[in-house]
């Protein structure tokens, strides 16, 4: 049961002994980068005043799976409404830290970093990890109207050692991911996201396209709603209340 309820679920730069601070522009560009960042994670959905949606996640094989996700900022709330075996079931994220949560179990316990890898969609993909506080920036390049950035994790706790993620400039919508291995820098998949227009913030995350192997699987946000959301929503406690 346990195997089954798993698979349902998805640099500092480094200048030797000087300063970056002291060389012309670093700071200025560093703060830039942040704030293309922090735009991309808010159209993505770390709205600072709360957001929900539909998930409905179609892999390459099997049935659909759907969430009802809550999430502000960092923090982040999926309820599973199907398939059948997993209704209720929760993931949680508060900060860099993952849970699990089984209601009927009375069952609360952390993700691996292992886990945050399974399934043709992971975990960090449905959790979204936040570009500005789970990476670091190893690299930018601009590339016309496009950045093309090279990030690092931060911990552990990230879904991904390596990401080249690329953000446009004229809507700060983050358009392509690829997701690379560390060492030798193979493309483990790459991610294609669309966007639809919303009163708050410009934009906001409509689908999103993982290829792996050739196969694709779909990650489409629906009945998306803008709203305050309680910091106790994020509460493990809480997430436990059926």
Do not use: C
Request: hydrophobic fraction near 45%.
């Amino acid at each position: 049961m346990a195997g089954m309820r798993r698979r349902t679920l998805l640099h500092r730069l480094a200048l030797g002994a000087v300063s970056t601070a002291a060389i012309p522009g670093w700071a200025s560009a560093a703060s830039d980068h942040s704030a293309v960042l922090a735009a991309a994670d808010v159209h993505r959905g770390a709205a600072r005043r709360g957001v929900s949606w539909t998930l409905t996640i179609t892999p390459p094989r099997g049935a659909p799976e759907a969430l009802f996700v809550q999430t502000r900022g960092g923090d982040f709330l999926a309820e599973y409404l199907s398939p059948a075996r997993a209704n209720g079931q929760r993931i949680l994220r508060r900060g860099r830290n993952m849970w699990f949560v089984d209601p009927d179990a009375l069952l609360v316990r952390p993700v691996t970093p292992r886990e945050h890898l399974l399934g043709s969609a992971a975990l960090g993909d449905i959790a979204s990890d936040r570009w500005t506080s789970d990476y670091s920036v190893a690299d930018a390049q601009s590339e016309g109207n496009l950045l093309v950035f090279t990030l690092v994790a931060r911990s552990r706790q990230a879904t991904y050692d390596k990401v080249i993620l690329t953000v446009d400039r004229t809507t700060g919508t983050a358009v392509n991911i690829e997701m690379r291995t560390p060492v030798d820098d193979t493309v483990l998949k790459t991610a294609l996201m669309q966007y639809r227009d919303a009163a708050f913030d410009g934009k906001i995350i409509r689908q999103i396209s993982i290829s792996r192997g050739g196969e694709i699987t779909s990650l489409v946000y629906s009945d998306v709603e803008f709203g305050p959301l309680a910091p106790s929503v994020f509460l493990p406690e809480n997430a436990l209340a059926a």
